[in-house]
């Protein structure tokens, strides 16, 4: 039995099996992953507006 690597459940389908996901949880996660990205600061904005770390 595979499970949704989000939320647990049973997935039923190969592709969803493939993906380790099921399609909602899918959508959830690219949306989250999205966000992460987006709000991640890159060495050279580090070095660029000399934020301290």
């Known amino acids: 039995m595979d ?7 049973e997935l039923k389908t190969q592709k969803s099996i493939d993906d380790g996901y099921g399609p909602v949880c899918m ?11 987006r709000i991640q600061i890159t060495l050279d904005e ?8």
């Open 3 to 9: 499970a949704c690597n989000r939320c647990g459940r």
């Open 27 to 37: 959508k959830k996660q690219g949306a989250e992953d999205a966000e992460f990205e």
């Open 46 to 53: 580090v070095v660029e507006k000399e934020v301290a770390v």
